[in-house]
């Protein structure tokens, strides 16, 4: 895969699958880079049990995420720098981990929540809505 280096926080794995988001599918057929913190994974399955959904589309989805990204994982290195960042910008810890991976991978942040809107480097996406 050639091209910039998008990261993809939960809601935008969501907006692709459940919203159908025009722009998130663009990104997602496009000859971009894709990465997907692991604790996306997380909320993606917990969300898709909460709402019931049979274990054979869960398997589908997963695979297909697990399939067109590249993951990041946790670290101790991410978790210091996002206790700083979640703090400076007032994030949840969980949003405070994907942010600072995005940032630490240079990538852009394509988020659909709008808790992100004030921080640089985030595309906030709005079709699908």
Not at 43 to 60: A, F, G, Y
Request: hydrophobic content about 40%; overall charge negative; glycine content about 6%.
């Amino acid at each position: 895969m050639t091209g910039s280096s998008y990261f993809f926080d939960t809601s935008a794995w969501l907006g692709y699958f459940f919203e159908k988001s025009e722009r998130v599918l663009a990104l997602v057929t496009g000859p971009h880079i894709i990465l997907t913190s692991c604790l996306s994974l997380y909320e993606i399955r917990r969300k898709l049990l909460r709402d019931k959904i049979n274990d054979d589309k869960i398997r589908q989805i997963i695979d297909f995420i697990k399939a067109r990204s590249t993951f990041i994982d946790v670290d101790h290195t991410l978790t210091n720098n996002a206790a700083e960042i979640g703090h400076t910008y007032s994030l949840g810890a969980i949003d405070a981990l994907i942010y600072t991976s995005a940032q630490q991978e240079s990538s852009t942040l394509i988020t659909r929540d709008f808790d992100f809107h004030s921080l640089p480097g985030v595309e906030i996406i709005k079709d699908g809505i």
